[in-house]
T-cell receptor
Framework: GDSVTQMEGPVTLSEEAFLTINCTYT??????LFWYVQYPGEGLQLLLK?????DKGSNKGFEATYRKETTSFHLEKGSVQVSDSAVYFC?????????FGIGTKLQVIP | DVKVTQSSRYLVKRTGEKVFLECVQD?????MFWYRQDPGLGLRLIYFSYDVKMKEKGDIPEGYSVSREKKERFSLILESASTNQTSMYLC???????????FGPGTRLLVL
């Protein structure tokens, strides 16, 4: 079946540091890929998505590129802020079902 | 903006009680989902519904049932709560043809 692999963390960074959260997947067919973010005390919200190979999703300074050859969708941000502290979920959508990774907790310290 | 609301943010129940978790969305979405979120396990799909009165089992349906009598409302029922059902429960909705899910704020359930 489909699966998404990401590290659980926590990832702790200083403000303005560069962020990478790795995400790899296995899926049949050609899934769409997503990053969702969960701020403390809230539900998940869509951060960015990509629907086909080589697409780049971007939002709020975050980027991720759909790499079919490496089955990856790594999340990056050039300069993190304290307000980016949250849990980040990588997900894929295939055949009406969405499969989520376990979530990576990011802590940004001033 | 899509709004998904859940009836309670926090809930404490006793083992063996029947528990109802309610979810309402206001954007006429056809599809609704119930997940549970646990540390180290991420989100796991319990049940989903793609239309009124329709339901399908997700990955972990045991111990749960659902009800979808109206398009905007999707209820999760724990027939006899057990301590291993202590978790965060998240409801989501999605419009047919779109792949984006919209989530409610979650209900943190503690079963004693």
């Amino acid at each position: 079946g489909d699966s998404v692999t990401q590290m659980e963390g926590p990832v702790t960074l200083s403000e303005e540091a560069f962020l990478t959260i790795n995400c790899t997947y296995t899926a049949t067919g050609y899934p769409s890929l997503f990053w969702y973010v969960q701020y403390p005390g809230e539900g998940l919200q869509l951060l960015l998505k990509a629907t086909k190979a080589d697409d780049k999703g971007s939002n709020k300074g975050f980027e991720a590129t759909y790499r079919k050859e490496t089955t990856s969708f790594h999340l990056e941000k050039g300069s993190v802020q304290v307000s980016d502290s949250a849990v980040y979920f990588c997900a894929l959508s295939s055949l009406r079902r969405v499969t989520f990774g376990i979530g990576t907790k990011l802590q940004v310290i001033p | 903006d899509v709004k998904v609301t859940q009836s309670s943010r926090y809930l404490v129940k006793r083992t063996g009680e029947k528990v109802f978790l309610e979810c309402v969305q206001d954007m006429d979405h056809e599809n609704m989902f119930w997940y549970r979120q646990d540390p180290g396990l991420g989100l796991r799909l319990i049940y989903f519904s793609y239309d009124v009165k329709m339901k399908e089992k997700g990955d972990i349906p045991e111990g749960y049932s659902v009800s979808r009598e109206k398009k905007e409302r999707f209820s999760l029922i724990l027939e006899s709560a057990s301590t291993n059902q202590t978790s965060m429960y998240l409801c989501a909705s999605r419009k047919t043809g779109s792949e984006t899910q919209y989530f409610g704020p979650g209900t943190r359930l503690l079963v004693l």
